[in-house]
């Protein structure tokens, strides 16, 4: 998080979400699991980034995994269900359960007040431009800079 003109931050993810949280005089970038999503990552740089900066904030979702391509097991899935509503299940290309970790990101938002997201709805599994470690086994990074402007 910064609150300095200029300065870049940066957050590096695969097939995790990259967030972009900004408000009139700060941003934060988040790295967004599911494990993090469960844990609240969300909403504690929301708040955050209201304690050190004014105005309304807005967020932007980067490249990342989307439901078809992000089988996931029952019981994690009631886990994600339980906190952000069923919204955020999901079915996978040959019909499994999911997760919709785009789903899961705007529930949290809109929990804490932040309607307005812009989602590039780019699937890095399905993206031959994107690392995706559950695609390809291998890992590798995509990186999301985001700069406060002077």
Avoid: K, N
């Amino acid at each position: 998080m910064t609150a300095e003109p200029g300065r870049p931050v940066v957050v590096l993810t695969a097939d995790c979400g990259p967030l972009v949280l900004a408000c009139d005089d700060a941003l934060a970038v988040v790295h967004v699991g599911w494990l993090g999503l469960c844990a609240g990552v969300v909403e504690a740089a929301a708040a955050r980034l209201r304690a050190v900066g004014r105005g309304t904030l807005t967020a932007a979702l980067g490249p990342c995994i989307h439901p078809a391509h992000y089988a996931f097991g029952a019981d994690d899935l009631d886990r994600v269900a339980a906190r952000y509503g069923d919204t955020v299940r999901g079915r996978t290309a040959d019909g499994g359960p999911a997760l919709d970790l785009p789903r899961g990101v705007r529930a949290a938002l809109t929990g804490v007040g932040v309607s307005d997201l812009y989602d590039v709805e780019v699937c890095t599994a399905a993206s031959p431009d994107h690392f995706s470690y559950r695609r390809d086994g291998q890992t590798g990074r995509q990186g999301v800079v985001a700069v406060l402007e002077p």
